[in-house]
């Protein structure tokens, strides 16, 4: 379903450089960037700080926009997306930029970090919450969802658990759930985490962004989880407002 889209989208892009023309040499660093952005409509946003961080393509809050490294070279329409995914005032068109930001493959510079590995003592936990993820698959998905490995993370602390997207490069997707969280909150409060992470990937293998918006909310009040992304759910008024993150991994807090 993902291939099918990037290779839609890949086909829409050759066509579309052709269209636009390689007049525009690739910007070089977060100023050209910055510079190429605002020439095609960009306003808000008077910084721009490039990242190497491989679970985040785009965030922006205050007037800083972050965008990977990986955009520099990214074709006209995937720039335009990263505009509209800032400036876009209806969801359905901040949406379809969101799809053509993810689609736009990132070459990684530097070899991925190696993963964790589940600590020998934890292991039989990881395969316990595996046999509960087959189940939630079955309960909640109609069993559609892939097999994907659990991890249990003694390094994670302040998040409760978080799922991660396999990469084109061929890194597997991935749900972590931290240990102190089980210690912490009990079995109970663990599975809902693992829930909260499966959303999420239902989220990735249905081609829809990965993120805590509408429809994570829609999808987690129907398999019967809080729709939020922290445990708790802190109301800060404003605090978020205007910023956001576009990326492949999503961590559910404590
Ligand atoms: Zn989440």
Not at 64 to 91: K, S
Not at 95 to 119: F, M, N, Y
Not at 120 to 144: C, I, M, S, T
Not at 189 to 205: C, F, G, K, R, S
Request: hydrophobic share 35%; proline share 4%.
């Amino acid at each position: 379903m993902l291939r099918t889209l990037t290779r839609l989208l890949r086909g829409r892009r050759d066509s579309a450089q052709l269209d636009f023309g390689l007049a525009d040499a690739a910007p070089k660093n977060a100023d050209e960037l910055l510079a190429r952005l605002r020439g095609l409509g960009l306003t808000r946003l008077h910084r721009c700080k490039l990242t190497r961080n491989r679970n985040v393509m785009v965030s922006f809050g205050g007037d800083e926009l972050r965008v990977h490294e990986g955009y520099l070279d990214a074709p006209e329409p995937v720039l335009r997306a990263i505009v509209t995914f800032v400036e876009g005032t209806t969801r359905a068109e901040r949406r379809a930029a969101q799809r053509v930001i993810v689609a736009h493959p990132i070459r990684a510079a530097r070899a991925p970090a190696r993963r964790d590995r589940t600590h020998p003592d934890d292991v039989a936990v990881a395969e316990k919450l595996a046999a509960w993820h087959q189940r939630f698959n079955v309960r909640h998905f109609h069993g559609r969802l892939r097999h994907v490995p659990i991890r249990v993370s003694r390094r994670m602390k302040s998040r409760l658990g978080h799922y991660t997207a396999g990469t084109s490069g061929g890194e597997s997707a991935e749900i972590a759930i931290s240990r102190a969280h089980l210690r912490r909150h009990g079995w109970e409060e663990t599975l809902h985490t693992l829930l909260h992470e499966m959303v999420h990937q239902w989220q990735d293998e249905t081609s829809r962004t990965i993120d805590h918006g509408a429809t994570f909310r829609a999808k987690a009040r129907e398999v019967g989880i809080a729709p939020y992304a922290r445990r708790v759910l802190a109301t800060r008024p404003g605090r978020a407002e205007g910023s956001q993150t576009l990326g492949r991994r999503a961590a559910r807090d404590g």
